[in-house]
């Protein structure tokens, strides 16, 4: 076994694998980029080295960078984690031309499935079913056309190169083809420098099930399937082991085919082959087809680890130290039923903007297990993914694992970011879900019903009741805090609520929030409001209170501050998300009126045009072009004419 490796990535992922090689007795060394100095996968390892700015490129992509950290610090083995550099074979070439071991796969076998059409071709040929369609070199648009026309509408445009879902276009019908391909291109060329398509079968009422596999080089074994057909625009939401009524023999059927695919390329370490699966007439062994392999440690592994006990890490590393492999396929078998939740800093009302932040507060409930690259009091940067956590969840049956799933989810506290756990945690309610009706076009179809804004009920008005004794200086239990107590009327404001309360007792409080009087206890454990418990957590002058999922901040009101506020309100435009500004189209000096444009800004390839909420004259512009802002970045100050 290595004596010491380095971890070529950041986040919850670099912390999973830290964590393995804790147990294992390996030595850690972390690599960051200057946002990330503090960050929790740099304090938990051995050692860490600083490799470049913030931007990706600047650093986690900077191969020759993690490399010289690698030799600077005697690791003898490169983890790569998932994203950046984990599926770069030039990468692989030159870890391994450097002396070092990468911890995956050949640089032949990532390239073999490096592009979707060719890796299609190449599944075809080992016998894999595979979606029908067009793989071919020909890009000339009369000829996809008429491929798309042989196929049978409807069809799936894809970027042979694509990920994560870009480049991706589905086409109902033939007058819509054209446009359809050209928008596929461009986005393709944008986002991987390729801009080559496959045209494919459009798969209807598709469920997306995907088998891990693990290989030593020759042999392989598969740790049966993962059902992620939650998905909203083609990303995975929740994640599941094993799949919804899945059949022995189907299960059978796409282990072996996936066994089968690794063999093909020779694969080494994990990896997971993707199957679409037609889910409208039920799970048949003949109803499911390759879609691509991801030629790594996929993010919802953990489901796959909870099921079957194995720790896909070690795994990783013991293959990557040269053992071969030691289990045979009918060592293998699923324990119970498994949930993952992906947890992102992002705002749901809003279409589910990436969201940033400090974490006034993080903490997941005991018993769950919770992967997470930060802490309360970290920030989620514009620079990375907005991923805070995944929440994973075991039980004997799925209906068991579900309901643990809910619990676990209404029972994560978040401060200090907006976050999609109530969007979340109502999918884990969710009637079709929970009779297992999973495809991969659910969370679209109910979609405003999963989002929908409440009216405020009982349990909020607890919470704001929470807040309430809280900024009335009465927190904690009877023995903490020896308060007179006076049957005298108090009056708090709060920014988000206004309430009034007195006392009844030492212990006892009568709180009026919204006009509405509830009655408030304190034990050991704290207050009991009308017979829910709030949690309670202040930081920053903003009181958090959590309960059932929700999360409520209220802002401790300076009156002062209050009123600068309002008047800064017309007078600063601030960035409405983390982004780029492209343009910055006024001068300070100069007079605009209400509705001109001020400045552009750049976020999830879309342009947002900023212009004055008022008449007035530019005072002074805080930002330039090209300049990366965080959501809430003042940008431009605008002044009353003089
Ligand atoms: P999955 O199907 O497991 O969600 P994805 O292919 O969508 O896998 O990507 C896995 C993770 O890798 C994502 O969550 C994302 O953070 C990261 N990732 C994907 N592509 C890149 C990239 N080009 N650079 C950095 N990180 C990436
Ligand atoms: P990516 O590289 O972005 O992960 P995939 O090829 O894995 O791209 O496809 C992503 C998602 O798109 C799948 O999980 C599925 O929801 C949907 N999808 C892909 N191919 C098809 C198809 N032929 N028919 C219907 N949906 C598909
Ligand atoms: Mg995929």
Not at 26 to 36: G, L, N, P, Q, R
């Amino acid at each position: 076994m290595f004596r010491k490796i380095l971890i070529a990535n950041r986040g919850e992922i670099a912390c999973r694998v830290i964590d393995t090689c804790r147990r294992m007795g390996v030595a850690t060394v972390a690599v960051h980029s200057d946002a990330d100095a503090g960050a929790r996968h740099v304090a938990m390892a051995d050692e860490a080295v600083r490799i470049g700015g913030p931007a990706p490129a600047d650093s986690y992509l900077r191969g020759e960078a993690i490399i010289a950290a690698a030799q600077a610090t005697g690791a003898e083995a490169i983890h790569p984690g998932y994203g950046f550099l984990s599926e770069n074979p030039d990468f692989v070439e030159a870890v391994e031309a450097a002396g070092l071991v990468f911890i995956g796969p050949s640089a032949a076998a990532i390239r073999a499935m490096g592009l979707k059409d060719a890796a299609k071709r190449l599944m075809a040929e080992a016998g894999v079913p595979v979606v029908p369609g067009y793989h071919g070199d020909n890009q000339d648009p009369e000829h996809l056309a008429g491929a798309a026309d042989a196929i049978g509408y409807p069809v799936l445009i894809k970027a042979v190169a694509g990920g994560g879902g870009k480049g991706m276009r589905r086409v109902d019908r033939p007058a819509d083809f054209a446009a359809a391909l050209a928008s596929a291109q461009a986005e393709a060329r944008g986002a991987f420098g390729n801009a080559a398509v496959l045209v494919e079968k459009y798969v209807e009422k598709p469920r997306h099930i995907e088998v891990q596999v693990f290989g030593d080089g020759t042999r392989a074994v598969h740790l049966f399937e993962r059902d992620c057909s939650l998905q909203r625009r083609h990303q995975k939401v929740i994640e599941e082991a094993p799949a919804p009524g899945m059949t022995a023999e189907m299960r059978e059927a796409m282990g072996a085919a996936a066994v089968r695919a690794a063999e093909a390329i020779g694969y080494s370490g994990a990896g997971t082959v993707e199957f679409i699966v037609d889910g409208s007439r039920g799970l048949r062994p003949d109803g499911f087809w390759f879609m691509e392999m991801n030629t790594r440690l996929q993010v919802e592994h953990p489901v796959t680890e909870a099921v079957t006990g194995v720790d896909l890490v070690e795994w990783q590393l013991r293959v990557a130290a040269g053992e071969r492999l030691w289990v045979r396929q009918e060592d293998l078998a699923i324990t119970g039923h498994a949930f993952e939740a992906r947890l992102y800093a992002e705002d749901v009302a809003a279409g589910f903007l990436p969201a940033t932040g400090r974490l006034a507060h993080l903490a997941f409930p005991e018993g769950v297990r919770a992967d997470t690259g930060v802490r309360t009091g970290d920030t989620i940067s514009p620079w990375y993914d907005p991923m805070i956590a995944k929440v994973i969840v075991h039980g004997p049956t799925r209906a068991v694992a579900l309901a643990r799933l809910a619990r676990a989810l209404d029972q994560t506290q978040v401060a200090g970011t907006v976050t999609n756990l109530a969007f979340l945690a109502a999918l884990a309610r969710h009637e079709g879900f929970g009779r297992g009706e999973v495809d991969t076009g659910l969370i679209a179809r109910d979609l405003e019903a999963l989002t929908a804004e409440r009216e405020p009920d009982d349990l909020d008005r607890a919470m704001a009741a929470a807040a309430v004794l809280q900024a009335a200086g009465l927190p904690e239990g009877p023995l903490a805090g020896f308060s007179l107590w006076t049957p005298s009327r108090v009056r708090v404001e709060l920014d988000g609520v206004s309430g009034l309360l007195w006392m009844t007792g030492p212990d006892a409080a009568q709180v009026v929030v919204d006009g509405i009087e509830l009655a408030a206890c304190r034990d050991a454990q704290g207050w009991a409001i009308a017979g829910r418990r709030p949690q309670v957590v202040e930081a920053g002058g903003v009181i958090h209170v959590f309960a059932g999922g929700r999360t409520a901040s209220f802002r401790r009101v300076d009156p002062l501050a209050r009123a600068g506020a309002v008047a800064e309100a017309g007078n600063v435009t601030r960035a409405p998300m983390p982004g780029l500004v492209r343009e910055v189209t006024v001068t300070a000096g100069q007079r605009v009126a209400a509705g001109d444009r001020l400045a552009v800004m750049e976020a999830m390839k879309m342009e947002h045009v900023l212009t004055a909420a008022r008449d007035g004259v530019v005072a002074e512009v805080l930002t330039a072009p090209g300049a990366q802002v965080e959501a809430g970045a003042a940008l431009i100050r605008l002044e009353e004419e003089a």
